[in-house]
């Protein structure tokens, strides 16, 4: 009866009666966006590639979520143009199945044997947060395979040095949803209404297993980029967004990352936070595009 009182107010009552209960009830199925994903094997990555463009770039992923944070950026890219082989790292969608160390170099060389195994001598890289860190130590090791690099809100060639009371903070948002859910908002600027709470926290829960978001923490606020930074000559970028926390934006990031790369070049976002794929998906791809074509 509410359901029925709540339809006749919106004047749908005499519709739903009328209509067949299987065709009110028949559900709804949606394309995929990734057309022909591969999972992982013993010596590749999960990944998808999309487009068949001449301009070729892999595509990696943060830490609290894996592909999935790309999916709004998709209808955007010119696909004629590009090829865009999104990867999964260990433990995360495509790549669930596969346990590891999660260090920074097996992850560097997870995805660089990826690429050795899809046939892409030449490529741009796209990183996001954690993997900006991923990104950096596989562009110094490969440099004359990089064409360019762009990464979004990336953690700086030192880490993310956190303290006791950081750390534990980061390891409740493994599996306390409270815990992420305060993460989420401060990397957003305190902007967003709970759906887009719920939406975000969806996809960091759906994204890894739990040894994998415990193992990469452990990676990115442990390690650091070390050698001679100066090896990389292809373009670097990097995005930040206004409304994220301190760390990952302004003064903080641009000195990071110009006291190792001396030809970085930056662009902040005004509108965005720690996620901008999510929150400024035209811009994201305009980005990527612009940093590729700049590359040549």
Same mark, same amino acid.
């Given at each position: 009866?509410?359901?029925?009182?709540?339809?006749?107010?919106?004047?749908?009552?005499?519709?739903?009666?009328?209509?067949?209960?299987?065709?009110?009830?028949? #559900?709804? =199925?949606?394309?995929? #966006?990734?057309?022909?994903?591969?999972?992982?094997?013993?010596?590749?990555?999960?990944?998808?590639?999309?487009?068949?463009?001449?301009?070729?770039?892999?595509?990696?992923?943060?830490?609290?979520?894996?592909?999935? =944070?790309?999916?709004?950026?998709?209808?955007?890219?010119?696909?004629?143009?590009?090829?865009?082989?999104?990867?999964?790292?260990?433990?995360?969608?495509?790549?669930?199945?596969? +346990?590891?160390?999660?260090?920074?170099?097996?992850?560097?060389?997870?995805?660089?044997? +990826?690429?050795?195994?899809?046939?892409?001598?030449?490529?741009?890289?796209?990183?996001?947060?954690?993997?900006?860190?991923?990104?950096?130590?596989?562009?110094?090791?490969?440099?004359?395979?990089?064409?360019?690099?762009?990464?979004?809100? #990336?953690?700086?060639?030192t880490g993310f040095k956190a303290d006791s009371d950081a750390m534990k903070a980061l390891n409740a948002v493994i599996d306390d949803d409270a815990a992420a859910a305060r993460a989420i908002t401060a990397r957003t600027g305190n902007r967003y209404g709970p759906g887009?709470?719920?939406?975000?926290?969806?996809?960091?829960?759906?994204?890894?297993?739990?040894?994998?978001?415990?193992?990469?923490?452990?990676?990115?606020?442990?390690?650091?980029?070390?050698?001679?930074?100066?090896?990389l000559t292809a373009p670097l970028h990097i995005v930040n967004g206004a409304q994220d926390i301190p760390f990952y934006r302004g003064e903080a990031s641009?000195?990071?990352?110009?006291?190792?790369?001396?030809?970085?070049?930056?662009? +902040?976002?005004?509108?965005?936070?720690?996620?901008?794929?999510?929150?400024?998906?035209?811009?994201?791809?305009?980005?990527?595009?612009?940093?590729?074509?700049?590359?040549?």
């Amino acid at each position: 009866m509410q359901r029925r009182h709540l339809l006749q107010g919106f004047g749908l009552a005499a519709a739903a009666a009328a209509t067949p209960a299987a065709a009110q009830q028949a #559900p709804v =199925n949606s394309p995929s #966006p990734w057309p022909a994903p591969q999972s992982a094997a013993a010596d590749r990555l999960g990944h998808c590639r999309l487009g068949d463009g001449p301009a070729v770039c892999v595509v990696l992923h943060e830490w609290l979520g894996d592909h999935v =944070n790309w999916e709004p950026v998709l209808p955007y890219l010119q696909l004629d143009r590009h090829t865009l082989v999104f990867m999964d790292l260990r433990g995360y969608g495509w790549s669930r199945i596969l +346990t590891g160390r999660y260090t920074l170099n097996e992850a560097a060389d997870d995805v660089l044997r +990826t690429a050795d195994q899809l046939g892409l001598s030449r490529f741009h890289l796209v990183g996001h947060s954690m993997s900006g860190l991923v990104a950096q130590a596989l562009a110094l090791q490969s440099a004359p395979r990089i064409q360019s690099v762009t990464l979004f809100s #990336p953690v700086p060639p030192t880490g993310f040095k956190a303290d006791s009371d950081a750390m534990k903070a980061l390891n409740a948002v493994i599996d306390d949803d409270a815990a992420a859910a305060r993460a989420i908002t401060a990397r957003t600027g305190n902007r967003y209404g709970p759906g887009w709470l719920q939406r975000k926290l969806a996809i960091a829960r759906k994204a890894a297993t739990i040894d994998a978001l415990r193992g990469y923490l452990a990676m990115f606020t442990s390690s650091a980029v070390t050698g001679d930074t100066q090896r990389l000559t292809a373009p670097l970028h990097i995005v930040n967004g206004a409304q994220d926390i301190p760390f990952y934006r302004g003064e903080a990031s641009h000195n990071a990352f110009e006291g190792a790369y001396k030809h970085a070049t930056f662009e +902040t976002i005004d509108d965005a936070g720690h996620y901008a794929m999510l929150e400024t998906p035209v811009r994201v791809a305009s980005i990527i595009e612009k940093q590729v074509a700049v590359a040549g």
